[in-house]
């Protein structure tokens, strides 16, 4: 029995980076073995074990065949005589097919360290078209690596390219696409995300809504850009430089300019009521990827209020206290966070507009706080009830938020 560190942590500690996860593979042993040696199982599709110690994952070499459609249209085989290279030999890429074994030394069967060194992503075979999760997976990586230099090898497009031909990613389920795209937005520069699945051919399957934007054109003095496709690309790197790692504020991000592809030709390029014009799709892009409600309605928020957001400076404080309400700041601040995050990186989001300022996000936090300090004992104690209270509170947050501005002027 051999055991071999593989996989992420080999690849992430070739490049300096953080290990997170270390997974292993054993290489000729039997699942009683390692039951024997205090080993857990927790696979269920194939031999998947926990170590007694240190609760890492180990995983018994094994090969799979294509038997079906999808993700779960594989086979497993798993025995002692499945040796580190036949298991290597499916894995997606061939910078996640390195291997290092108990001394140090790497087992390198179909050159990732070579790749690694070019920043390529490139196939291990041409077995990868079986799986039409890897397409999203490539693209995932490509938003994680992008800012090393890393891009898709042409072999690799090509192979993705047919898997979009052949209607494999039609295959995808829901959770599969929402759970790799909201890896994707959480990762460095999730533009890359965007423009290998279009690459591919696969935004327009997968993401009709976000594909529709691109060709768009928007004013080139707002927008210097233009196309409202690159603005949005944009968009999403701002918000990952802004909040690394913050996928709420990226699924946002994605989806509040939807609208944009549903203006009328004759109305470009602008795009007035583009707001309201985006919650129909976003509703269904949503509802198709089963997003989690949280993720569904802030985003909706930000899509109907975002320009609410950027013309605070001039809103009339019953205005500014409506945003608010809506937000449901008053009692959940954080959600207001989300929502000026997603907002800045909008404004952010455009050719030569990288580093403006977004004093508009330190007033609204201010008109909260002035807003939330407003509660309803003193109504209660002047003998108000009901309706009444409330009325007198939507008057008196009205009235500090005003002050507030006034003090601020």
């Keep these: 029995m051999h055991t071999y560190l593989v996989g992420g942590a080999v690849r992430d500690k070739w490049l300096g980076r953080p290990v997170v996860d270390r997974d292993h593979v054993v290489v000729g042993a ?30 018994l070499a094994r090969t799979e065949r294509k038997t079906g459609h999808g993700y779960h249209g594989f086979a497993f085989h798993a025995d002692p005589n499945v040796t580190l290279e036949q298991d290597l030999a499916r894995r997606d890429l061939t910078i996640n097919a390195i291997a290092e074994d108990e001394h140090g030394a790497l087992i390198d069967p179909y050159g990732g360290v070579r790749d690694l060194e070019q920043r390529l992503l490139r196939h291990v075979s041409p077995a990868f078209v079986e799986d039409p999760v890897r397409l999203l997976r490539v693209a995932r990586f490509a938003a994680r690596f992008a800012p090393l230099g890393f891009t898709v090898a042409d072999e690799t497009m090509t192979l993705l390219q047919k898997m979009v031909r052949d209607g494999e990613v039609d295959h995808l389920v829901p959770e599969r696409v929402w759970a790799e795209t909201r890896k994707a937005l959480g990762e460095a520069q999730p533009s890359a995300f965007l423009r290998v699945l279009r690459n591919a051919g ?41 909040v690394p790692g913050d996928d709420l504020v990226g699924f946002c991000a994605l989806t509040h300019d939807l609208g944009k592809a549903l203006t009328p030709a004759a109305e470009l390029p602008r795009h007035v009521g583009h707001e309201e014009r985006g919650v129909k799709p976003l509703r269904a892009l949503s509802a198709r990827l089963r997003v989690p409600t949280e ?21 009339k404080p019953s205005t500014v206290l409506k945003l608010l309400v809506a937000l449901d700041a008053l ?11 997603a907002c800045m990186a909008d404004k952010r989001g455009r050719l030569g507009h990288e580093q403006d300022d977004y004093p508009q996000a330190a007033w609204l936090r201010r008109a909260r706080d002035a807003a939330a300090s407003v509660t309803s004992g003193p109504f209660v104690a002047e003998g108000l009830q009901g309706p009444a209270v409330g009325a007198a509170m939507e008057k008196a947050r009205v009235q500090a938020i005003a002050e507030m501005k006034l003090c601020n002027t």
């Design 331 to 341: 009692r959940r601040p954080e959600r207001l966070t989300t929502f000026l995050a």
């Design 202 to 242: 696969a935004l327009a399957v997968l993401f009709p809504e976000i594909d529709a934007l691109y060709g768009v054109p928007q004013r080139a003095d707002f927008h210097p850009e233009i196309d409202t496709g690159v603005h949005l690309e944009m968009v999403l790197d701002a918000a990952a430089q802004w």
């Design 30 to 59: 039997h699942p009683d073995e390692l039951l024997a040696l205090g080993y857990k199982p927790v696979g269920k599709d194939f031999p998947v074990f926990l170590h007694p110690q240190s609760g890492e994952e180990y995983a």
């Design 295 to 315: 993720y569904a309605e802030l985003a909706e928020l930000v899509c109907r209020e975002h320009l609410n957001a950027h013309r605070a400076l001039e809103l």
